[in-house]
């Protein structure tokens, strides 16, 4: 069965950097679009960014310039570099395929955004 496990969240003040990463059981990243999504409270879960597997991205105009997507496919892992971090990028970040099957949300990491 494979699953999707999310990391590296965390608690950062206004202007700092995080880097997430999701490892992938099983050979799913290999061929699919990736992407990370985030959920911030009492809002609906929106893309943040994706990658294909040939390593093309695309970006929420939100995070765009800050937000750096990124994917190793012999590691199975998809990574997000988060630089100038702001309040409003608090949520839960979640990755999954692009577009996102139901099945392979996961718990998702907490990014908290504060002074």
């Known amino acids: 069965q494979v699953r999707l496990v999310e990391s590296g969240g965390g608690l950062v003040q206004p202007g700092g950097s995080l880097r997430l990463s999701c490892a992938a059981s099983g050979s799913i990243l290999l061929s699919r679009t990736m992407g990370w999504y985030r959920q911030a409270p009492g809002k609906q879960r929106e893309l943040v960014a994706r990658i294909t597997s040939a390593g093309s991205t695309t970006y929420a105009d939100s995070v765009k310039g800050r937000f750096t997507i990124s994917r190793d496919n012999a590691k199975s892992t998809v990574s997000l570099q988060m630089n100038s971090l702001k309040p409003e990028d608090t949520a839960v970040y979640y990755c999954?395929?692009?577009?996102?099957?139901?099945?392979?949300w996961g718990q998702g990491t907490l990014v908290t955004v504060s002074s």
């Open positions: 999954n395929l692009w577009p996102s099957w139901s099945v392979y």
